[in-house]
């Protein structure tokens, strides 16, 4: 009962604290932009690895997601439930674009069909379960995909040198992470409201490490599945990919001590304050996008001076 009281006052202190940020539904078409350098990310095979294996599964995982948080669509507070609905609009244009991306890297000559087969089965387990652990779930997977946005819009190392046509979609995507990265957690918090606080905390945290779980069996056998497409033995790119994930600045690494503090009673997102990484990836995507547009106004200038003499 003393637990359960402790616990309580954690989680209301942390639902009044900062962190959050209003939620946008940003425009943002791939337009089947190409991968012209395999590898794109600065020319690492093992860097390109992991975020092509992250694209793979974003698809099907995203549209699971949508489906899950869409059963709540009506049953939460008025304020929830508009950012629940612009959840919705963020992640299903998530997963649109993340298609589009799929669909270059297999002209590119990568094979991902294992990968979206391997995730593909796990949405499939979820199939028949109830709405609320579909809510955790997502809950919890939120959670890794704010810190490893948060991290990526943190430390630009991780993405440096990336190709152009690529870096877009990854700016766009992670500052949206970052920015719904509490609505998933807040309708689970409305949807237990009747638990108990030990119950809740017992729920999350036991589904949390199932996902974890998931994600490094799946996310690491990804990897080497695409590094084996680029000539690298077994061997050879198992321990590539988890020199690149967990050696001194490695991506995994960095994200080990956010993804604890999800385990402590009384967490909510809103007492990491990364606020700032929004402006930050904001800033860079809006640059991406007008260097973009200069790249091509040119061709636009001559389209439009023939045009007339067509007529």
Same mark, same amino acid.
């Given at each position: 009962?003393?637990?359960?009281?402790?616990?309580?006052?954690?989680?209301?202190?942390?639902?009044?604290?900062?962190?959050?940020?209003?939620?946008?539904?940003?425009?943002?078409?791939?337009?089947?932009a190409a991968i012209p350098r395999r590898h794109w990310v600065g020319g690492d095979p093992f860097a390109?690895?992991?975020?092509?294996?992250?694209?793979?599964?974003?698809?099907?995982?995203?549209?699971?997601?949508?489906?899950?948080?869409?059963?709540?669509?009506?049953?939460?507070?008025?304020?929830?439930?508009?950012?629940?609905?612009?959840?919705?609009?963020?992640?299903?244009?998530?997963?649109?674009?993340?298609?589009?991306?799929?669909?270059?890297?297999?002209?590119?000559?990568?094979?991902?069909? =294992?990968?979206?087969?391997?995730? #593909?089965?796990?949405? @499939?387990?979820?199939?028949? /379960?109830?709405? *609320? %652990? $579909?809510?955790?779930?997502?809950?919890?997977?939120?959670?890794?995909?704010?810190?490893?946005?948060?991290?990526?819009?943190?430390?630009?190392?991780?993405?440096?040198?990336?190709?152009?046509?690529?870096?877009?979609?990854?700016?766009?995507?992670?500052?949206?992470?970052?920015?719904?990265?509490?609505?998933?957690?807040?309708?689970?918090?409305?949807?237990?409201?009747?638990?108990?606080?030990?119950?809740?905390?017992?729920?999350?945290?036991?589904?949390?490490?199932?996902?974890?779980?998931?994600?490094?069996?799946?996310?690491?056998?990804?990897?080497?599945?695409?590094?084996?497409?680029?000539?690298?033995?077994?061997?050879?790119?198992?321990?590539?990919?988890?020199?690149?994930?967990?050696?001194?600045?490695?991506?995994?690494?960095?994200?080990?001590?956010?993804? =604890?503090?999800?385990?402590?009673? #009384?967490?909510?997102? @809103?007492?990491?304050?990364? /606020?700032?990484? *929004? %402006? $930050?990836?904001?800033?860079?995507?809006?640059?991406?996008?007008?260097?973009?547009?200069?790249?091509?106004?040119?061709?636009?200038?001559?389209?439009?001076?023939?045009?007339?003499?067509?007529?």
């Amino acid at each position: 009962m003393q637990r359960d009281k402790k616990i309580n006052r954690g989680n209301q202190t942390a639902q009044k604290a900062g962190g959050l940020a209003d939620l946008t539904a940003r425009e943002f078409r791939q337009n089947g932009a190409a991968i012209p350098r395999r590898h794109w990310v600065g020319g690492d095979p093992f860097a390109t690895a992991f975020f092509n294996s992250l694209s793979a599964i974003f698809p099907q995982g995203e549209a699971f997601m949508v489906r899950s948080m869409a059963a709540w669509r009506g049953k939460m507070p008025p304020k929830l439930d508009a950012d629940l609905r612009k959840f919705l609009e963020q992640e299903a244009a998530h997963s649109r674009e993340h298609e589009d991306m799929n669909g270059a890297l297999t002209k590119s000559g990568y094979d991902i069909s =294992a990968l979206e087969a391997v995730i #593909g089965k796990l949405v @499939a387990r979820f199939k028949g /379960r109830s709405d *609320i %652990t $579909k809510l955790l779930a997502t809950a919890c997977i939120e959670h890794f995909t704010a810190i490893i946005a948060a991290e990526i819009l943190e430390n630009g190392s991780h993405l440096a040198g990336a190709d152009e046509e690529q870096l877009p979609i990854w700016i766009w995507h992670a500052v949206e992470e970052v920015e719904h990265k509490a609505v998933a957690y807040d309708c689970f918090l409305e949807a237990t409201k009747e638990w108990s606080a030990l119950k809740r905390v017992s729920a999350r945290n036991l589904m949390m490490f199932v996902i974890t779980a998931s994600f490094f069996i799946n996310r690491t056998r990804g990897q080497v599945t695409l590094l084996r497409q680029d000539g690298f033995g077994r061997i050879a790119a198992l321990f590539g990919t988890l020199r690149y994930g967990f050696a001194k600045g490695g991506l995994g690494r960095n994200v080990l001590k956010p993804w =604890a503090r999800f385990l402590k009673p #009384g967490f909510h997102p @809103a007492q990491i304050d990364d /606020r700032h990484l *929004i %402006t $930050k990836g904001e800033r860079l995507f809006a640059d991406l996008q007008a260097a973009d547009k200069a790249k091509q106004q040119p061709a636009e200038r001559r389209k439009n001076i023939r045009l007339p003499k067509a007529a």
